[in-house]
């Protein structure tokens, strides 16, 4: 029995050190495919915290320290390394920590989501020209392809290709689809607005909901941008590349926000460059 008891007592003193153990176990460091290696937030996370504390995230080779308040989720890279930044707009300055939890409808409307790519398969130019040429099974479909679409008067500095809702319809008909069918809405689809370089090179791709649609599904309430009571609301996803770091920048807004694209895509340059502590592979021209 004593024995028993001596046993029992050891037991207790010792699994506070097997807890300690399994916590030593969880990894406290990542390193990705290009070498770079972050610090990993392990345990309970407060988003709330003032001022936010920095979290490490890697973009290929090039490691980034970010407050935590401009991540997505307003607490850091998630498990497997991978992360999104998010502004508030129209000011592109992040959510006050916190703000994004429990995601409203309002904060989303309001949300410029920014998801860096390093792009290390294929060259970044050719990861580029994927968001305007179309592959050869969808060189058909008039919803990829420039050709078809409708040019006009330069809107923002960009060229437009208007989706030619005519087209569409009938390239589906002719599918068999149904005049009801969801793909027949003009909803389900976007125009195109693209900036290129001195040497034709197109360097900005931004779609957005056409503008067939002319409701929004936004309006400002208190100086904030808030959810309307329309159903669904317009957006802009808005791509552009940093060749220099072989990273593709893909930004998704309100589509009140295309008249500030450039704005948008220089801030997110600005975030790149701000938050890179570390370059292990080249630096930029």
């Known amino acids: 029995m004593k024995l028993m008891i001596k ?55 090039y490691l980034l320290e970010i407050p935590q308040n401009y991540f997505y989720n307003q607490i850091g890279a998630e498990h497997d390394g ?27 409307a309001r949300t410029v989501t920014v998801d860096y790519d390093f792009i290390d398969r294929i060259d970044v130019h050719e990861a580029m020209r994927r968001n305007y040429v179309p592959m050869e099974y969808k060189k058909d479909d008039p919803e990829e392809t420039l050709e078809g679409r409708l040019g006009g008067p330069t809107v923002y500095g960009l060229s437009p290709y208007y989706l030619d809702m005519n087209v569409v319809r009938a390239h589906y008909r002719k599918k068999g689809l149904r005049e009801d069918a969801p793909v027949m809405q003009a909803e389900w689809h976007t125009d195109w607005f693209l900036s290129k370089d001195q040497n034709g090179e197109v360097t900005t791709v931004v779609k957005c909901t056409p503008r067939e649609v002319i409701t929004s599904g936004v309006e ?62 080249k630096a930029d021209q």
């Open 82 to 108: 991978s992360y999104a930044l998010a502004l508030e707009y129209p000011s592109l300055q992040p959510f006050k920590p916190g703000e994004r939890m429990g995601l409203t409808a309002d904060v989303s």
């Open 7 to 61: 046993l029992g007592c050891v037991l207790c003193l010792m699994l506070p050190l097997l807890a300690c153990a399994r916590q030593d176990a969880v990894a406290t460091t990542q390193t990705n495919e290009q070498g770079c290696t972050r610090i990993r937030s392990v345990g309970p996370q407060d988003p709330f915290k003032e001022p936010p504390p920095l979290k490490q995230a890697c973009l290929g080779p």
């Open 220 to 281: 400002y309430r208190d100086g904030k941008l808030v959810k309307s009571s329309e159903i669904g609301y317009a957006e802009c996803k808005h791509t552009f590349m940093i060749a220099s770091r072989d990273t593709l920048i893909r930004i998704s807004y309100p589509r009140e926000g295309l008249e500030h694209w450039g704005e948008i895509e220089q801030r997110a340059r600005d975030m790149l460059t701000k938050f890179t502590v570390e370059q292990s592979r």
